[in-house]
């Protein structure tokens, strides 16, 4: 078992960042792929970036590349999402996860956090 919790989120005005953090404790964190999703209003959960066990690989969705950045502090039981550029669009919670990647390279979440909501005002 693997918990995961998020905090950082907030209210920024379109143009802002923001970083979200997400504590992990349980099974070793480094074992897994972390990920993070986030769910708008009335919208299904979508896939917004995955990174690898050594942080060496990173996949991002295409409404948030070149925006967001993904990292990831194993020594922390940590990973964070750096957000600049911040649309009203990216409204929406933003969830933590850890599991795997497929071999097809599509993330595959286990274990998720509570959310964190992030608003961003236009």
């Known amino acids: 078992q693997v918990e995961l919790v998020e905090s950082g989120g907030g209210l920024v005005q379109a143009g802002g960042s923001l970083r979200l953090s997400c504590a992990g404790s349980g099974r070793p964190f480094s074992r897994y792929a972390m990920g993070w999703f986030r769910q708008a209003p009335g919208k299904e959960r979508e896939f917004v970036t995955s990174?690898?066990?050594?942080?060496?690989?990173?996949y991002y969705a295409n409404s948030v590349k070149g925006r967001f950045t993904v990292s990831r502090d194993n020594a922390k039981n940590s990973v964070y999402l750096q957000m600049n550029s911040l649309k009203s669009e990216d409204t929406a919670v933003y969830y933590c996860a850890a599991g795997g990647v497929l071999s097809s390279g599509t993330y595959c979440p286990n274990y998720w956090g509570q959310g964190t909501q992030v608003a961003v005002s236009s």
């Open positions: 990174i690898s066990q050594s942080g060496g690989t990173t």
